[in-house]
């Protein structure tokens, strides 16, 4: 697997390796896709998360939240704050100007009926203006911190706020979820992600299940995943090569059975 | 290091950003020496790193007292919120009732959303009346922040270093302006519910120095606003600046060891 660690990147140098193709892409669909499947079904304990990413690594397949989920400002700054990023970008409108059109634009779908129960919408459209605003900032922050990583109209055009990439797991409820905020364009594109902190030590495994997952989802493999901290100015860079898409898989198996009955480590095999 | 105070009817923003005109070029070499200065310190200093890593704050660095008192946490965090809500323009009728909303439902520090709760309604009264107090210096030295200066609240840096044996952690309450030109231009607002001591010079050049390592450019200004005097002290950052905080978190980490 090969990692390349920066500190920091120029916003035209980022853009630059996420619309850059290197080499073809791994035929992940055919060869991983199906035994990947299969152990994980097989791994799966009956204290088994409903999703498996990045996040799961960290956390040895833990569940998620140690309580009921509650919406906060700080669990919706993502969501509100990639639709500003995105609003922003084209539009030129700073990125707490966009963050307020966002809260007002989610409140009004759920004014009008538009959002279910439990939905982001709903829950802005029933809280204090003061929290809409806690919100709106939260946002911003979020989306002036992706803004200051990228170009999103520099020479090499960027998505940014693409949604996540989602992947069902045949015959369980699980659910392989690959974060990115911004996707390169091109025949092969990259994507990056953003998170909070410090990198922690199962960095580059995150990332090339982010990679491996959007794989699945699309049936093509990014170029490479980037992940960015910005509290800490580190930059990861992983190729999506074959040998880190096998890893990605292990990781996911590891991630799954640590929850369950146990695997075996090599439940995977394919050649890089 | 030179530390402009500025009285309480100075224009803090405008201390704080400057003149466009006369704003220094960015010298993006610099972090890149300070990162390697820093390493080669902390080599010295804590020889092989340990499995459990040594975290470097404001207060460690700036010798400041630390408060255990949880109604100054309370306050600290309840001015914290009444700053986003500044940030938003969200105009405020009962400051306390915001900043408790809001600090419920920031989804961070759960356990002061629970001290809150369980306030009696003398301690509620006493707080409520210290918030508005800081809340009155807060809008009045802040004044309207334009949308335009790409302003962000609370970030956490973690900046690791020595392989990950050493993480330097701070918070900065306000960050303005957009970093990657070719003149700095990013300020850096630290707001305290206490007053000013000898140290806050030094948490200020702190701060600096994370956000150089974390951004790979040096911000302009760094500033701390006392909400509980109204005073606030401005630094221009300078390579002076930048080298004395080098040294403080070296000399915070004399006599640490890593196991």
């Known amino acids: 697997m090969q990692l390349t660690r920066r500190h920091t990147l120029a916003p035209d140098v980022l853009a630059a390796l996420l619309c850059a193709a290197p080499g073809d892409a791994p035929d992940v669909t055919t060869r991983l896709r199906d035994p990947l499947f299969a152990r994980l079904a097989a791994s799966l304990g009956p204290s088994a998360p409903e999703r498996l990413d990045a996040y799961s690594l960290d956390h040895e397949g833990a569940r998620r939240f140690s309580s009921p989920f509650a919406w906060s400002a700080r669990a919706s700054r993502r ?26 634009r ?34 911003a922050s979020w989306a002036t911190r992706l803004l200051h990583l990228v170009e999103p109209l520099g020479a090499h055009p960027l998505a940014v706020g693409v949604p996540d990439a989602y992947v069902s797991v045949p015959a369980t409820r699980i659910s392989l979820v690959g974060r990115r905020d911004v996707a390169g364009t091109g025949p092969r594109p990259g ?33 490479r995943a980037i992940g960015a901290w910005p509290d800490a100015g580190i930059v ?37 | 290091m030179t530390t402009a105070v500025l009285a309480p009817t100075d224009d803090l923003v405008a201390a704080l950003r400057g003149t466009a005109a006369l704003r220094p070029d960015v010298d993006r070499g610099l972090a890149g020496g300070l990162r390697a200065w820093l390493e080669d310190g902390l080599f ?34 309840l001015v914290a919120s009444l700053l986003r809500l500044h940030v938003a323009g969200c105009p405020l009728e009962d400051p306390y009732a915001a900043a408790v909303a809001a600090t419920c439902a920031s989804g961070r520090d759960g356990d002061l959303a629970v001290a809150l709760a369980e306030l009696d309604a003398d301690e509620a009264a006493r ?3 210290e ?81 150089t390592l974390r951004a790979g450019e040096p911000p302009l200004r760094v500033a701390s606003l006392s909400t509980a005097t109204g005073e606030a002290r401005v630094c221009d950052v300078t390579p002076v600046l930048l080298a004395g905080a080098v040294e403080a978190v070296l000399g915070s980490l004399a006599g640490t060891r890593c196991s």
Not at chain 1, 81 to 99: C, E, I, K, V
Not at chain 1, 107 to 132: I, Y
Not at chain 1, 239 to 266: I, N, Q, Y
């Open chain 2, 44 to 77: 010295e200093r804590l020889g092989d790193v340990g499995p459990a890593p040594v975290v470097v704050t404001s207060r460690s660095v700036a010798d400041l007292p630390t408060s255990e008192r949880s109604s100054a946490r309370l306050r600290g965090a």
């Open chain 1, 79 to 104: 969501a509100i704050g990639t639709a500003a990023a995105r609003h922003a970008a084209a539009t030129a409108t700073s990125p707490l100007d966009a963050a307020r059109e966002e809260v007002e």
């Open chain 2, 131 to 211: 918030v508005a107090a800081h809340h009155a210096v807060l809008s009045e030295r802040l004044g309207s922040l334009p949308a335009r200066w790409s302003p962000r609240c609370g970030a956490r840096l973690a900046i690791p270093l020595a392989g990950g044996a050493v993480v330097l952690r701070g918070t900065v309450d306000l960050a303005l302006g957009a970093p990657g030109g070719s003149r700095a231009c990013v300020c850096l607002l630290d707001v305290t519910t206490s007053r000013h001591v000898d140290g806050t010079a030094t948490a200020l050049s702190y701060l600096a120095l994370l956000e």
């Open chain 1, 191 to 223: 994507l990056l992600r953003v998170r909070d902190g410090a990198p922690p030590g199962s960095a580059a495994d995150g990332l090339c299940v982010d990679g491996l997952v959007a794989a699945l989802a699309t049936g093509s493999a990014p170029a």
């Open chain 1, 236 to 272: 990861l860079i992983v190729e999506l090569d074959g040998e880190a898409l096998c890893h990605a898989a292990r990781c996911l198996v590891g991630a799954a059975s640590a929850s369950g009955p146990r695997a075996r480590s090599d439940v995977v095999t394919l050649a890089a």
């Open chain 1, 106 to 139: 989610l409140c009004d779908r759920a004014l009008r009926g538009l959002a279910r129960r439990g939905a982001l919408s709903t829950w802005l459209a029933g809280a204090p203006r003061e929290v809409r605003a806690t919100c709106a900032v939260e946002a």
């Open chain 2, 127 to 129: 707080l409520a009346a």
